[in-house]
């Protein structure tokens, strides 16, 4: 299997993504091996890869080609037919990639992350949002220490950012000195090493090196994104055809399968069903 990593895009960027793109799916096809071409999201790349590793070893003669970009860029890859599937971490916007169906793989939380010595533990949606907005500046405001606030969100076309504008923002803006980031990587990686930072990423990534506060008293977790009690959920959307190819369809039922979905269970998702 293949993993390309590309980094998000954006505006005039992305035409030229796509461009790569269409030249990658191209030469996969001229070498007249059977390839899927997977792209979007990056909170869902990871999973696709481990689905993609897992997947190879029963279809051997299936290639599957997982790239990032961000879920706009996703659906864009698949509106172009430069990508059989396309990944996107947020519902889609009406009319929005009309051949396509979108099918639900799994769902995700939305973790609020903070840096492990931080002592705030739980925080109210309201506080989020005013941590997010700049009303909150200080820790203090929120029941922390006396210490500066530095949001880390993502970027604009990016699904965790529409996510969390829609369940947390509503109509209030992030705030213009929040720091943006291209991947939940890079959030990670800032508030692990930022006693005063607060960022927002998939729960299925969150590891030991940071902290994920509870929400109104609830555990991030797997098991209240099931039952129904942790509120900062999204789905995570796989875009194909109505009609698929037929090793886009394997794949997408090896996805769908217990057996794919007790791997994503094992990385921290909820499955579909």
């Known amino acids: 299997m293949t993993r390309m990593n590309t980094k998000r895009i954006g505006g005039a960027a992305l035409a030229v993504a796509l461009a790569s793109l269409a030249l990658t799916a191209a030469s996969c096809r001229r070498q007249g091996g059977k390839t899927v071409s997977v792209v979007g999201s990056t909170s869902i790349q990871p999973f696709a890869e481990v689905l993609a590793d897992e997947f190879h070893r029963v279809y051997r003669d299936i290639e599957i080609e997982v790239q990032g970009g961000g879920s706009t860029a996703g659906v864009q890859a698949f509106m172009n ?9 947020r519902n889609l916007k009406k009319g929005e990639a009309p051949q396509g169906r979108p099918v639900v793989i799994a769902r995700d939380g939305l973790a609020i992350v903070v840096h492990g010595s931080n002592p705030v533990n739980d925080l109210s949606v309201d506080q989020i949002r005013d941590l997010f907005s700049g009303r909150a ?11 500066v606030v530095r949001p ?33 990587g890079s959030v990670k990686e800032l508030v692990r090493h930022d006693p005063g930072a607060v960022g927002y990423m998939s729960l299925g990534l969150v590891g030991t090196e940071i902290k994920a ?7 991030p977790s797997a098991e209240n994104v099931l039952n129904g009690s942790y509120s900062l959920v999204r ?3 796989f875009i194909v055809k109505k009609q698929p ?20 269970e094992k990385e921290g998702l909820v499955r579909a069903k």
């Open 245 to 264: 190819r037929a090793d886009t369809q394997k794949y997408l039922d090896f996805v769908l399968s217990d057996q794919g979905q007790r791997l994503l």
């Open 152 to 184: 880390i969100s993502r970027e604009e076309g990016s699904g965790t950012r529409e996510a969390f504008e829609k369940l947390v923002m509503k109509k209030t803006r992030i705030s213009r000195k929040a720091l943006t980031q291209e991947s939940n």
């Open 81 to 89: 037919d430069i990508a059989d599937v396309g990944m996107c971490s």
């Open 235 to 237: 789905p995570f959307l």
């Open 213 to 219: 506060v509870r929400i109104g008293g609830v555990k």
């Open 137 to 147: 500046a200080n820790w203090k405001q929120v029941g922390g220490p006396d210490r």
